[in-house]
């Protein structure tokens, strides 16, 4: 009987090793047009977020949108759009990937009132969904197809 790892990596999943939080977060580095990144995994994120302090760090073109951003908290949140970015995760890239933009500031300042690092995103249902995702609580790993 073959291991999960053993399984995916077989099917042609690519391992990638999540960052536990002090937060009791997952994090993972993500690389975006080009550039390093921190992002947290949210598998209750629909969609894929930047905040708006990272727009020149990332190279993103934005345009902005009618459509209001809710979580963490703070509802009705100003947004914009980022079309036509690419994201390499681990081994794993997809092309031609759009992107939420908004206000990340009540997230940051929430972890590093936790003494954590603040993050450039979240990696939201949309990545993980394209990705056919699998996450292994127990190793800390997040595999993508």
């Not at 727009?55 to 509802?75: I, W």
């Amino acid at each position: 009987m073959s291991t999960l790892r053993q399984f995916l990596i077989q099917k042609g999943f690519q391992r990638i090793k999540l960052i536990f939080t002090k937060t009791n977060h997952f994090e993972v580095k993500a690389i975006l047009n080009g550039v390093e990144g921190n992002f947290i995994v949210d598998t209750g994120a629909s969609n894929s977020c930047v905040g708006f302090e990272a727009v020149e760090k990332f190279t993103l073109f934005t345009q902005d949108s009618d459509v209001k951003a809710a979580g963490a908290g703070a509802t009705d949140m100003l947004t914009q759009l980022s079309k036509k970015n690419t994201i390499e995760i681990g081994k794993w890239s997809k092309k031609n990937l759009s992107l939420i933009l908004f206000d990340l500031k009540h997230v940051n300042e929430a972890l590093i009132t936790h003494q954590a690092e603040p993050v450039d995103g979240i990696i939201g249902a949309d990545i993980l969904k394209r990705g056919k995702a699998v996450i292994d609580y127990e190793r800390m790993c997040l595999y993508l197809k």
